[in-house]
């Protein structure tokens, strides 16, 4: 075994995953270290064939027993990363007292566990913070929803993480987070900005000069924030990418920050407890500071001693529709995961959220991971925070094992972390993140990566700057010098690519752990000792007491919430009304096909319902569906038209028609309503998609929105179809659901493969609305009937046929009498839209069986102008909407025409209510 294997055995932490291939053949020696020094004489040899040029190495051990720096002319150098972990570094865990204790029951076991918890949260905390444990026994617990740790001073621990130990069960289908320690962000600024006066402020500087200092002490935090403008941008290459792809930076959407507390103050010099880990430099805009107040942070939290699972279906060998992550932390300062094991999660066992500061993760192993073996999955221990510390963390089949996001200041450290049998690689995968240190890391057939990605993931560029990797190895190290920073590789064992700073490769650093004796150093040989391994043995011999014995209200904390009545929408005498007011207000369709993933960007592009950005909420991400409706409340919007997205994945905006190389698919993620199957292979890289299987994620978010629309007066228009999908660009149909060479139901008799492509464009319209084949046609019906079931019952809901929808009539035809059939089985009469061209209008609203099912109609797709002249395009002719009115020049509709057009309807079908989603109308409801 190699070294790496030994400190983790030697450690007691041993968690059941598969042993590491030898290195290179050679039998390994027993002693710590010896199986990379078997053949010296080989890299000796080959060195100027193999390895990158050498330079001395940045930091070393002094004759006294001190660390020396390499310094560069600017006074760059690598930075202490010392201050990572709980309590700032050097700090151990502390072990709280378990103060009332849980044990499984039949049947889910969340809200027991969670009332645990709450109740804790409300008892007094002692004097340093502290409240005590939640202990659960041993025994596997259902939990079909997530567990919260609101409040500071509070730890949930368990008995024993292996299989006999404490497992929580993530049950269901959601894709959440199983745990989540979470406090709220509240932060307000005191005093004004103050500018760095500085011209340079070197890589690794705790200290700084600035324009005023009145007001600021000791204690105080700042914000410290560095700008990204154009200059910048362009001076390390990110202003451009290949041809005409959208993947460069946009200034101003790159700054830095870092959260500091003050240590001193000497005249107008500040100094601080952890360094800046980029240079401040006076040619670039310098930067700033801003101090700050806050609340709502929680500290003194942890969970440990116990397992996680998600349930998953073991027929799809590349189920995602489960739990995603383990643990996730948000606004949380001196926390910690210990001795927590997960298995079969897609995304994390630990993310660290951007907002988080000081956290160890130690001794944790991500186990058996189940999803496509795609982007943006497997990503085990991941943080976006700052002075976060993994340690002695393991994971197996992973594939992007040990990395931090986008534009995280550092300094966040790896330490004697293990990858086995990883598909991918570890370091950032997000732009510009400082400050990152692997040490002593090993990663098992995998890349280990300080690198520029370029366009990979819309642009992520230079992904790591002025970090180390410091005696580790990796079947491939990739590490290269960004303009006007550094990256460090010292000691380092693998296949070496790029033009950074090597030194020592193939050879054991000294010291050996730069994080340890840079905390020596600067704290003292003792603060070594917090990085030990922690036991879980109770300090007293007294009975727990139960949760039963102390939360005397546990029947009532344990009754659901009813939901409140809200405002529902109804139909009365033509009108639309929420509760008792008359529907009306703005629309909008959300995003669709649109969505970045940079902290800076990603607001940019509006709410989608449907969106999915593994492990990332937020307006632009995975959309929190309150927080939309607030949006909506703000923009005077009340209707919220939403469809399934263009296309699932972000790298087909480039509009390329040919199949993807590999299933490194980009994120943000728009949903498709069918369900994966876990076998074959899609245009896009993933598995193809099963078309009698739905997509439980998708419409369980249609059901929550249409909740969350209820309770807030909002409605939500569910078009069943997107058009889109199958005119105009041939992008637009590669990764369809429907096209053979992407479902596993042989839908290629009705789609010719390889597809009429005419130059970029196809029409697929007259193939996709033909509904002769009996097997096709019954594939459309379960589909609709599905979106009625899911949202039966749901009365602030809307159905229509499709967005962009200039079909035939027969497809119409065809989706009201799907909808009449599943009416009268179910007695139940939701609101219908008949959404259409003029033609297929007219023709069922002529046809009384059909037309009472209509509930309203909806003007989208013809409209009059102020002079009369019609704007009516025939159904069924393969033409967008766009493309028709390209071909149209006789003016646009105004407020009075339409309102016109309205008062015609309204006369000839009385009863039914009309809405539009023409721009010119005042209000959606006519």
Known sequence: MNHFTTFLR??????????????SGVKPDPQVGKSRRALPWVFALLATALVAKQVPPPVTMGSDGQLVYQVADNGDRVPDFSSAGYGGGGVAIPFLPSVIEVAPVDGDDGARIQAALDWLAAQPADAAGLRGAVRLTAGRYDIGGQLKLRASGIVLRGAGNGPDGTVLVATGTERRALIEIVGTLQRTALGPTRAITDDYVPVGATSFTLDAVDGLVVGQRLDVERPSPAAWIQFLGMDVAPARQPYNWKPDRFNLHWDRVITAIDGHTVTLDAPITTALEARWGGGKVQAYSEAGYISQVGVEHLRCEAEIDAANPHDEQHAWNAIDLHAVRDGWISDVVGVHFAGSIVQVGAKVERVTVQDCASLAPKSELAGYRRLAFHSRGQQTLFLRCTTEDGLFDFTVGYQTGGPNVFLECRAVQTQGWSGSIGSWSSGLLFDQVSIDGGILRLDNMETWNQGVGWAAANSVIWDSEA?????RTPPGAHNWANGVWGQFVGDAAWSMSNEFAHPPSLYRAQLADRVGPDAINALAPRTYTEHTLAAIPSLEQVVTDLAVRLQPTPSPAGHP?????????????????????????LGRMEPGRAKEFGPAITRFAPGRTGMGLTDELPAVADWMERQNIVAFRHHYGLWHERRRIDHQMIRRPDSDVWPPFFEQPFARSG????WDGLSRYDLTRYNPWYFQRLRDFADVARERGLVLINEMYFQHNIIESGAHWVDSPWRPVNNINDTSRQFPEPPPFTGDTIKMADEFYDLSDPTYRALHRAYIRQCLDNLAGQPNVIHSLSAENTGPLHFMQFWIDVVAEWELETGQHPLIALSATKDVQDAILADPARAAVVDIIDFTYWFRTAKGDEYAPAGGISLAPRQNLRKWKGGQPNAASIAAMADEYRARFPGKAIITSLDQAADIQL
Do not use: N
């Open 679 to 682: 076998t074959g292979r899609a």
């Open 569 to 593: 929408l109804s139909l009365r005498d033509g009108v639309l009304f929420l509760g008792d007011e008359r529907l009306t207000g703005r629309w909008t369709a959300g995003a669709w096909w």
């Open 10 to 23: 030697g450690s007691g932490f041993t968690p059941d995953i598969p042993q590491p291939l030898e290195l």
């Open 475 to 479: 079947s491939k190290i990739i590490a």
